[in-house]
Protein backbone atom coordinates (compact mmCIF):
# COMPACT_ATOMS: atom_id res chain seq x y z
CA UNK A 1 0.00 0.00 0.00
CA UNK A 2 1.35 3.53 -0.56
CA UNK A 3 1.08 5.80 1.66
CA UNK A 4 -0.89 8.78 -0.10
CA UNK A 5 0.51 12.00 0.90
CA UNK A 6 -2.16 15.09 1.38
CA UNK A 7 -0.10 16.47 -1.46
CA UNK A 8 2.07 16.50 -4.58
CA UNK A 9 5.50 18.50 -5.24
CA UNK A 10 6.82 19.32 -8.72
CA UNK A 11 9.60 20.78 -8.99
CA UNK A 12 11.58 22.95 -12.28
CA UNK A 13 15.08 24.03 -12.88
CA UNK A 14 17.18 24.75 -16.30
CA UNK A 15 20.15 22.80 -15.06
CA UNK A 16 22.39 24.14 -17.54
CA UNK A 17 23.84 21.06 -18.53
CA UNK A 18 24.88 17.65 -17.36
CA UNK A 19 27.53 16.63 -19.43
CA UNK A 20 30.40 16.63 -16.42
CA UNK A 21 29.93 14.06 -13.52
CA UNK A 22 30.57 16.25 -10.95
CA UNK A 23 27.80 18.19 -12.28
CA UNK A 24 25.63 14.82 -12.23
CA UNK A 25 26.47 14.20 -8.66
CA UNK A 26 25.67 17.64 -7.45
CA UNK A 27 22.25 17.47 -8.90
CA UNK A 28 21.27 14.38 -7.86
CA UNK A 29 22.13 15.39 -4.40
CA UNK A 30 19.92 18.73 -4.52
CA UNK A 31 17.24 17.03 -5.83
CA UNK A 32 17.49 14.08 -3.26
CA UNK A 33 17.39 17.57 -0.90
CA UNK A 34 14.42 19.10 -2.34
CA UNK A 35 12.40 15.78 -2.46
CA UNK A 36 10.04 16.39 -4.78
CA UNK A 37 7.07 13.97 -6.27
CA UNK A 38 8.04 15.17 -9.87
CA UNK A 39 10.81 16.98 -10.98
CA UNK A 40 11.70 18.56 -14.68
CA UNK A 41 14.83 19.57 -15.97
CA UNK A 42 15.46 21.67 -18.61
CA UNK A 43 19.04 22.16 -20.84
CA UNK A 44 20.25 18.51 -19.78
CA UNK A 45 22.43 18.87 -23.10
CA UNK A 46 22.26 15.16 -22.76
CA UNK A 47 22.48 13.40 -26.04
CA UNK A 48 20.77 9.93 -26.78
CA UNK A 49 23.10 7.70 -26.27
CA UNK A 50 23.92 9.21 -23.07
CA UNK A 51 20.86 9.81 -21.46
CA UNK A 52 21.43 6.76 -19.44
CA UNK A 53 23.82 8.73 -17.51
CA UNK A 54 21.00 10.72 -15.61
CA UNK A 55 20.19 8.48 -12.79
CA UNK A 56 18.73 9.45 -9.24
CA UNK A 57 18.46 7.12 -6.13
CA UNK A 58 14.62 7.38 -5.74
CA UNK A 59 13.69 8.93 -9.18
CA UNK A 60 13.53 5.67 -10.90
CA UNK A 61 11.03 6.72 -13.78
CA UNK A 62 13.37 9.40 -15.70
CA UNK A 63 11.64 10.10 -18.96
CA UNK A 64 13.78 12.00 -21.76
CA UNK A 65 14.00 14.28 -24.99
CA UNK A 66 17.28 14.40 -25.91
CA UNK A 67 19.32 16.77 -28.92
CA UNK A 68 21.94 14.54 -30.72
CA UNK A 69 23.79 17.97 -30.89
CA UNK A 70 24.47 17.77 -26.89
CA UNK A 71 22.17 20.90 -26.26
CA UNK A 72 18.61 21.34 -24.82
CA UNK A 73 17.29 18.28 -23.27
CA UNK A 74 14.68 18.06 -21.00
CA UNK A 75 13.47 15.41 -18.48
CA UNK A 76 11.33 14.29 -16.47
CA UNK A 77 11.88 12.28 -12.94
CA UNK A 78 8.98 10.60 -10.89
CA UNK A 79 9.56 9.29 -7.47
CA UNK A 80 9.69 5.90 -6.32
CA UNK A 81 7.26 6.99 -3.71
CA UNK A 82 4.21 7.68 -5.78
CA UNK A 83 2.17 5.15 -7.67
CA UNK A 84 2.83 6.86 -11.17
CA UNK A 85 1.77 5.33 -14.24
CA UNK A 86 2.69 6.58 -17.54
CA UNK A 87 0.03 6.43 -20.59
CA UNK A 88 1.32 8.26 -23.33
CA UNK A 89 4.18 10.22 -24.29
CA UNK A 90 4.81 12.68 -26.84
CA UNK A 91 8.95 14.51 -27.22
CA UNK A 92 10.80 16.41 -30.06
CA UNK A 93 13.92 15.22 -31.77
CA UNK A 94 15.42 18.76 -30.52
CA UNK A 95 14.61 18.24 -27.20
CA UNK A 96 12.74 21.02 -26.74
CA UNK A 97 9.65 19.47 -25.18
CA UNK A 98 8.56 15.93 -23.58
CA UNK A 99 4.82 15.76 -22.36
CA UNK A 100 3.39 12.47 -20.70
CA UNK A 101 -0.11 11.86 -19.55
CA UNK A 102 -0.96 9.63 -17.03
CA UNK A 103 -2.12 9.05 -13.72
CA UNK A 104 -0.96 9.63 -10.10
CA UNK A 105 -2.38 7.80 -7.69
CA UNK A 106 -4.98 6.80 -10.03
CA UNK A 107 -6.13 10.20 -11.04
CA UNK A 108 -4.90 11.69 -14.69
CA UNK A 109 -2.45 13.73 -14.89
CA UNK A 110 -0.49 15.64 -17.70
CA UNK A 111 2.68 16.89 -17.60
CA UNK A 112 4.72 19.18 -20.04
CA UNK A 113 8.21 19.91 -19.85
CA UNK A 114 9.48 22.90 -22.18
CA UNK A 115 12.72 24.32 -22.75
CA UNK A 116 12.06 27.09 -25.00
CA UNK A 117 15.31 28.53 -27.85
CA UNK A 118 16.58 31.59 -26.89
CA UNK A 119 15.58 33.21 -29.87
CA UNK A 120 11.82 33.48 -30.65
CA UNK A 121 10.34 31.97 -27.47
CA UNK A 122 6.87 33.00 -26.51
CA UNK A 123 6.29 32.20 -30.53
CA UNK A 124 7.60 29.19 -30.06
CA UNK A 125 5.75 28.21 -27.10
CA UNK A 126 2.61 29.41 -28.56
CA UNK A 127 2.80 26.92 -30.96
CA UNK A 128 3.61 24.29 -29.03
CA UNK A 129 0.87 24.75 -27.33
CA UNK A 130 -1.52 25.06 -30.44
CA UNK A 131 0.20 21.77 -31.46
CA UNK A 132 -0.68 19.97 -28.01
CA UNK A 133 -3.98 21.70 -27.85
CA UNK A 134 -6.24 18.41 -27.54
CA UNK A 135 -3.80 17.12 -24.82
CA UNK A 136 -4.44 19.86 -22.86
CA UNK A 137 -6.94 19.81 -20.11
CA UNK A 138 -7.61 20.86 -16.42
CA UNK A 139 -5.04 18.50 -15.13
CA UNK A 140 -2.33 19.37 -17.19
CA UNK A 141 0.68 21.59 -15.28
CA UNK A 142 3.00 22.91 -17.94
CA UNK A 143 6.92 24.11 -16.90
CA UNK A 144 9.65 24.72 -17.93
CA UNK A 145 12.19 27.27 -19.34
CA UNK A 146 9.95 29.71 -21.72
CA UNK A 147 12.56 32.41 -21.58
CA UNK A 148 9.94 34.28 -21.78
CA UNK A 149 9.15 37.18 -18.75
CA UNK A 150 5.44 37.24 -19.26
CA UNK A 151 4.18 40.43 -17.27
CA UNK A 152 6.87 43.93 -17.17
CA UNK A 153 7.12 43.16 -12.95
CA UNK A 154 8.61 39.58 -14.43
CA UNK A 155 12.10 41.91 -15.37
CA UNK A 156 14.07 44.54 -13.10
CA UNK A 157 14.15 46.90 -15.93
CA UNK A 158 10.47 46.44 -16.00
CA UNK A 159 10.64 46.88 -19.68
CA UNK A 160 7.08 46.51 -21.45
CA UNK A 161 6.15 43.33 -22.85
CA UNK A 162 6.16 42.89 -26.56
CA UNK A 163 3.86 41.82 -29.21
CA UNK A 164 4.75 37.97 -29.00
CA UNK A 165 4.52 37.62 -25.28
CA UNK A 166 1.17 39.98 -25.62
CA UNK A 167 -0.19 36.88 -28.16
CA UNK A 168 0.77 34.59 -25.77
CA UNK A 169 -0.79 35.62 -23.46
CA UNK A 170 -3.60 35.59 -24.92
CA UNK A 171 -3.29 32.21 -25.83
CA UNK A 172 -2.76 31.05 -22.40
CA UNK A 173 -5.97 32.92 -21.78
CA UNK A 174 -8.01 31.54 -24.21
CA UNK A 175 -6.64 27.69 -22.84
CA UNK A 176 -7.47 28.60 -19.02
CA UNK A 177 -3.56 28.19 -18.51
CA UNK A 178 -2.78 30.80 -15.55
CA UNK A 179 1.24 31.68 -14.48
CA UNK A 180 0.82 29.68 -11.32
CA UNK A 181 3.50 32.31 -9.29
CA UNK A 182 1.69 35.68 -10.74
CA UNK A 183 -1.93 34.21 -9.95
CA UNK A 184 -0.64 33.43 -6.56
CA UNK A 185 1.65 36.19 -5.96
CA UNK A 186 0.09 39.25 -7.91
CA UNK A 187 2.59 42.03 -6.09
CA UNK A 188 5.67 39.85 -5.59
CA UNK A 189 8.64 40.35 -7.90
CA UNK A 190 10.66 37.16 -8.23
CA UNK A 191 13.38 36.53 -10.29
CA UNK A 192 14.41 33.15 -11.82
CA UNK A 193 17.98 34.05 -14.12
CA UNK A 194 20.18 37.35 -14.39
CA UNK A 195 21.11 38.07 -17.52
CA UNK A 196 24.99 39.23 -17.56
CA UNK A 197 24.79 40.30 -20.68
CA UNK A 198 21.51 43.12 -20.34
CA UNK A 199 22.15 43.57 -16.09
CA UNK A 200 19.04 42.86 -15.33
CA UNK A 201 16.80 39.80 -13.31
CA UNK A 202 14.00 37.85 -15.32
CA UNK A 203 11.46 35.60 -13.92
CA UNK A 204 11.55 33.16 -17.14
CA UNK A 205 11.29 29.80 -15.87
CA UNK A 206 7.12 29.41 -15.29
CA UNK A 207 4.94 27.05 -13.59
CA UNK A 208 1.60 27.17 -15.49
CA UNK A 209 -1.73 25.55 -14.17
CA UNK A 210 -5.48 25.24 -15.49
CA UNK A 211 -7.39 28.18 -13.41
CA UNK A 212 -10.41 26.11 -12.58
CA UNK A 213 -7.55 24.10 -9.92
CA UNK A 214 -6.76 28.00 -8.96
CA UNK A 215 -7.77 26.75 -5.06
CA UNK A 216 -5.74 22.99 -5.27
CA UNK A 217 -2.32 25.03 -5.82
CA UNK A 218 -1.46 25.27 -2.22
CA UNK A 219 1.97 26.88 -2.44
CA UNK A 220 4.12 28.39 -5.25
CA UNK A 221 7.92 29.75 -4.71
CA UNK A 222 11.15 30.07 -6.04
CA UNK A 223 13.95 28.83 -5.25
CA UNK A 224 17.84 29.26 -5.29
CA UNK A 225 19.95 26.73 -6.65
CA UNK A 226 23.59 26.75 -6.72
CA UNK A 227 24.01 24.45 -8.90
CA UNK A 228 22.51 26.34 -11.89
CA UNK A 229 22.93 29.73 -13.35
CA UNK A 230 18.96 29.30 -13.31
CA UNK A 231 16.51 29.64 -9.64
CA UNK A 232 14.25 27.05 -9.69
CA UNK A 233 10.45 26.66 -9.04
CA UNK A 234 8.75 25.08 -6.67
CA UNK A 235 4.55 23.70 -6.23
CA UNK A 236 2.57 22.53 -4.01
CA UNK A 237 -0.55 21.06 -4.96
CA UNK A 238 -3.32 19.81 -2.81
CA UNK A 239 -3.90 16.27 -4.15
CA UNK A 240 -7.14 15.25 -2.57
CA UNK A 241 -6.92 11.20 -3.22
CA UNK A 242 -10.24 8.96 -1.10
CA UNK A 243 -6.67 7.18 -0.05
CA UNK A 244 -9.46 5.18 2.10
CA UNK A 245 -9.94 2.13 -0.29
CA UNK A 246 -7.47 -0.81 0.75
CA UNK A 247 -6.18 0.83 3.35
Same mark, same amino acid.
Given at each position: MVVVGPHISI?????????????? +???????????????????? +???????????????? &????????QKKAGVAILISDKVDFKAKQ??????????????TLHQEDITLINIYAPNTGAPKF???????LK?????? &?????????????????????INKEIIELNEKLDQMDLIDIYRTLHPKTAGYTFFSSAHGTFSRIDH??????????????? /? /???? /?????????EINHKKKAEKGA
Open positions: LTLNVNGLNSPIKR +HRVAGWIKEQDPTICCLQET +HLSPKDKHRLRVKGWR &TILQANNEIKKDKEGQYIMIKGVKQLLIEEDINNN &TIIVGDLNTPLTPMDRTSRQKILGNKANINKYKRVE /I /ISAI /ISDHNAMRL
